[in-house]
């Protein structure tokens, strides 16, 4: 078996599990914005994790393509309020975890603005050109675990997400479920992946 995922021929995707294929491991696009605030941030919080990304490179997997996005910059709680202030003062148009009602009243007619998360501790993220960002493990979780920030990914288009990132690349269910216990949402995760298994890589 481990020769085989050596050659390419199997590709692990959990514990025990393998998906026939070398698989394509999935890597969210950066703007230069993002990379240049994640890096500016860093200087100034070096000792706290930060995660950015857009919920713009989820439009890959959608059938029904919103026109609006969020930038997203998650960071640790204790760090939360001071990048917020941080970027605040740089006159950016931020907000801090905000709630149904006020994404609602606020940012509907915001085109991008950025939005300052929680980064729940042990998520999955991986480093590009020394940006940390998603993986495509912490995205799924994400939009099945947060319906306020992904309103616009739920239902039938949550499904169609879902298939398209296992048919695309190559998706480790052990990951995703590890990451959906630290979100607390575990069972529900692994009761939605058991209802659309026909999407499942086998």
């Given at each position: 078996?481990?020769q085989?995922?050596?050659?390419?021929?199997?590709?692990?995707?959990?514990?025990?599990?393998?998906?026939?294929?070398?698989?394509?491991?999935?890597?969210?696009?950066?703007?230069?914005k993002?990379?240049?605030?994640?890096?500016?941030?860093?200087?100034?919080?070096?000792?706290?994790?930060i995660?950015?990304?857009?919920?713009?490179?989820i439009?890959?997997?959608?059938?029904?393509?919103?026109?609006?996005?969020?930038?997203?910059?998650?960071v640790?709680?204790?760090?939360?309020?001071?990048?917020?202030y941080?970027?605040?003062?740089?006159?950016?148009?931020?907000y801090?975890d905000?709630?149904?009602?006020?994404?609602?009243?606020?940012?509907?007619?915001e085109?991008?603005?950025?939005?300052v998360?929680?980064?729940?501790?042990?998520?999955?993220?991986?480093e590009?050109?020394?940006i940390?960002?998603?993986?495509?493990?912490?995205?799924?979780?994400?939009?099945?675990?947060?319906p306020?920030?992904?309103?616009?990914?739920?239902?039938?288009?949550?499904?169609?997400?879902?298939?398209?990132?296992?048919?695309?690349?190559?998706?480790?269910?052990s990951k995703?479920?590890?990451?959906?216990s630290?979100?607390?949402?575990?069972?529900e995760?692994?009761?939605?992946?058991?209802?659309?298994?026909?999407?499942?890589?086998?």
């Amino acid at each position: 078996m481990y020769q085989l995922v050596q050659d390419g021929i199997l590709t692990r995707i959990g514990r025990g599990k393998f998906t026939i294929g070398a698989g394509r491991t999935y890597y969210p696009e950066l703007t230069t914005k993002q990379t240049s605030l994640f890096k500016k941030l860093n200087t100034e919080f070096p000792f706290i994790s930060i995660c950015i990304w857009s919920t713009s490179v989820i439009n890959e997997f959608m059938l029904h393509q919103p026109g609006r996005f969020y930038q997203l910059i998650e960071v640790e709680k204790d760090g939360m309020e001071s990048l917020f202030y941080f970027l605040k003062d740089k006159n950016m148009t931020v907000y801090m975890d905000p709630s149904a009602e006020l994404i609602r009243r606020y940012l509907i007619d915001e085109k991008e603005p950025w939005i300052v998360k929680p980064l729940v501790s042990e998520a999955p993220t991986q480093e590009l050109n020394r940006i940390t960002t998603i993986t495509i493990e912490k995205m799924l979780v994400d939009i099945f675990c947060d319906p306020i920030i992904f309103s616009a990914q739920q239902g039938s288009e949550m499904d169609q997400i879902f298939k398209e990132a296992f048919d695309k690349y190559a998706v480790n269910e052990s990951k995703m479920l590890r990451y959906a216990s630290r979100r607390r949402k575990k069972t529900e995760l692994d009761n939605y992946l058991n209802s659309i298994s026909k999407y499942r890589q086998q």
